[in-house]
């Protein structure tokens, strides 16, 4: 239902911008989430667009370096990443739900080098 894109190897300090397109999004009821999960270590939430789609949370961890946002015009919801670094290479994945976390993506690949 959801299918992330924009994954790639990217040297660091470098950028990347996944998009997630999200099948019939609806801002208003939904909330939109991005999750990594790095080789051998649980899966973490990085970024949130709160339903309603004006208000976001970041994790301590890419605080300042990532920025997720939506298309207005379209289901797609993005997240910017700056400065990226060894340590951010991961599976990336985003999700959507109205209580929870319902539906995932495929996940899309990053490496830093």
């Known amino acids: 239902q959801l299918v992330e894109s924009g994954g790639g190897s990217v040297q660091a300090g470098g950028s990347l911008t996944l998009s997630c397109a999200a099948g019939?999004?609806?801002?208003?009821?939904?909330?939109m989430g991005w999750f990594r999960q790095r080789p051998g270590k649980d899966r973490e939430g990085l970024a949130v667009l709160w339903t309603g789609g004006a208000t976001t949370t970041y994790a301590d961890s890419v605080k300042g370096r990532f920025i997720i946002t939506r298309d207005k015009g379209k289901d797609l919801v993005y997240l910017q990443m700056n400065g990226l670094q060894p340590e951010d290479t991961a599976m990336y994945y985003c999700?959507?739900?109205?209580?929870?976390?319902?539906?995932w993506g495929q996940g899309t690949q990053v490496t830093v080098s």
């Open positions: 019939r999004y609806t801002y208003k009821r939904n909330c």
């Open positions: 999700a959507k739900g109205a209580a929870w976390f319902s539906a």
